[in-house]
């Protein structure tokens, strides 16, 4: 009796001094060392999810802009080389995020082009957030648009006011524009010459005016885009979006 009381007590004084066990952050094991340093404007201002921007018309607040990228390499001035690099995958929501992780490269100079895609692949781009591995930025289904659309790769979301409004807490109507399907991804190549050091991270500057993404496009007149292949008119609106958004993700010299 002696024993088994002496066993209780040992074990709740450890119980009591165990220390929680952390949970780590998938993103802080990631040790990709190429990044975009991303500046996100409308009408030259820094932009931000408590402020009403008018547009086309509309005065509307921002709440999510979510941006996937995949696939990035780096290939020679001749083509000769390519360099594929490690976790390839970013999804990222880009209001709020200056910092955007985008390859792996080793130590050495680099000259020739820094490619990627706004976009995934088709077994990617169709896999349920269910069947990923938790670390995945996809398996918390913030893009996931049903089996026929699958994930997006950009998608903007934000609130419709009316204009008689004083206070701007209760939008009348929200906006969810999204581009996804492998059809619509974008590749992209920036010309770039640099070094990467041990232990050092390169940064590569981008300047995004939020506003262009409206060009040909009225929140109000669509509030929903879906990149649905069955809906000409949507996918075809999907399609305007999809060049606006490329013509922001350009590398500033």
């Not at 408590?50 to 001749?78: M, P, W």
């Not at 929140?219 to 305007?240: E, M, Q, R, V, W």
């Amino acid at each position: 009796m002696k024993k088994l009381i002496a066993l209780v007590l040992l074990s709740t004084l450890f119980s009591a001094c165990e220390d929680p066990i952390p949970v780590v952050d998938p993103t802080a094991l990631d040790n990709r060392n190429i990044y975009i340093r991303a500046y996100k404007y409308f009408d030259g201002s820094i932009i931000d999810t408590s402020t009403v921007y008018q547009i086309n018309g509309d005065l509307i607040k921002f709440d999510h802009i979510y941006v996937t990228l995949s696939g990035a390499r780096f290939v020679s001035y001749d083509e000769q080389d390519t360099t594929f690099t490690e976790s390839d995958l970013t999804m990222i929501d880009l209001i709020g995020t200056s910092e955007v992780k985008l390859a792996h490269l080793p130590s050495g100079n680099y000259n020739g082009s820094l490619e990627y895609t706004i976009g995934l692949d088709s077994a990617r781009a169709y896999t349920a957030p269910e069947q990923l591995d938790a670390t995945n930025p996809l398996s918390k289904g913030l893009v996931w648009n049903g089996s026929d659309v699958g994930h997006s790769f950009f998608q903007m979301e934000g609130r419709i006011f009316n204009p008689a409004d004083t206070v701007f807490t209760t939008p009348e109507a929200t906006f969810n524009w999204r581009v996804a399907t492998p059809d619509l991804a974008l590749l992209k190549s920036e010309k770039r010459n640099f070094n990467v050091a041990s232990n050092k991270d390169v940064f590569i500057v981008m300047d995004i005016d939020v506003d262009n993404f409206f060009l040909g496009l009225s929140p109000s007149l669509t509030n929903i885009i879906n990149s649905d292949p069955a809906d000409g008119t949507d996918y075809d609106l999907a399609k305007i979006l999809r060049d606006n958004v490329s013509s922001e993700f350009v590398f500033k010299l």
